[in-house]
């Protein structure tokens, strides 16, 4: 089905690149005034020229999630923009594969600051600037935030700490007709994350796993932003909605190709 969008405000946090940027092409194509926010002003610039085909109006910010002032005056001007926020995408995310024995607490704190402070940043925020009643706030999650997975002690703490902001959120902004919710993508083609977890080699074998038997496309989670955005889904909040083909039923140590820790003398 097609989303109607017109006229709606959707405020992207780490819009730039990846699933991100699919989902906030999505809006724009559905009609949606645009913003997007990424510390990177060169995939700023290279954003807002992509989104700007679909004819609508769009709006680049640089700002850096892990610092609470930036995503609010971001958002300041967005709201100046375009108005108060129906949408509001929280994807800003960090990840590398690194053994517990070898992560250092900066690289633990790396992307626990981006992935769970800079969520509350956006979260918090976005409350001031947004559509009420009637906001959706999504957030971006993963499958180690309920799946252990190796090498991922980092990833696995950040995110499941972001789907519990979700849930409290949830239920102190329902009185504010504010939802929140989160999407947890599997592995999706064209997206860090995938090559990050297998080798060409190795996926053949790790599509055999996938329920589905197959990997995903951007538009596979863009699709589910659009409904959790809609009055189609105005009463859900609260949810962990998994875009992943069936991955996460495996549990972490069942994806072919994870790479396991070394072991240590």
């Known amino acids: 089905m097609r989303f109607d969008y017109a006229g709606t405000s959707v405020f992207v946090a780490g819009g730039t690149s990846g699933i991100n940027l699919g989902i906030a092409d999505a809006f724009a194509e559905a009609g949606a005034k645009v913003a997007v ?6 995939r700023v610039n290279g954003a807002v020229q992509e989104l700007s085909k679909h004819g609508g109006k769009v709006l680049g910010l640089q700002g850096d999630v892990r610092d609470f002032t930036q ?3 971001a958002m300041e001007a967005a709201k100046e923009a375009h108005g108060a926020f129906g949408v509001l ?12 024995l070898d992560l250092s607490p900066n690289g633990f704190k790396a992307v626990v600051d981006i992935d769970l402070l800079g969520t509350f940043h956006v979260m918090r925020a976005g409350f001031d600037f947004a559509r009420r009643p009637g906001a959706s ?7 180690q935030s309920i799946s252990p997975a190796p090498m991922q002690v980092h990833v696995c ?14 239920l102190e902004w329902g009185e504010h007709g504010v939802r929140v919710n989160s999407i947890m ?5 064209g997206t860090g994350g995938l090559s990050r977890l297998l080798t060409e080699t190795e996926r053949p074998q790790f599509e055999s796993r996938v329920p589905l038997r197959r990997v995903g496309q951007k538009d ?31 549990g972490g140590r069942n994806y072919a190709g994870t790479p396991q820790p070394t072991p240590r003398a």
């Open 37 to 42: 926010m990424s510390r990177n002003a060169e």
């Open 71 to 73: 995503v609010r005056t």
């Open 89 to 100: 995408v929280s994807g800003a995310a960090g990840n590398f594969l690194c053994p517990a």
């Open 137 to 143: 706030f999504i957030n971006i999650s993963a499958p």
């Open 157 to 170: 703490a950040a995110k499941a700490g972001l789907d519990q902001v979700m849930r409290v959120l949830a």
């Open 185 to 189: 993508p599997g592995p999706i083609e």
């Open 220 to 250: 596979d989670v863009a699709n589910m932003a659009l409904f959790l955005g809609s009055p189609l889904a105005s009463y859900i909040t609260g949810a962990l909605i998994p875009v992943d083909g069936g991955v996460s039923l495996l």
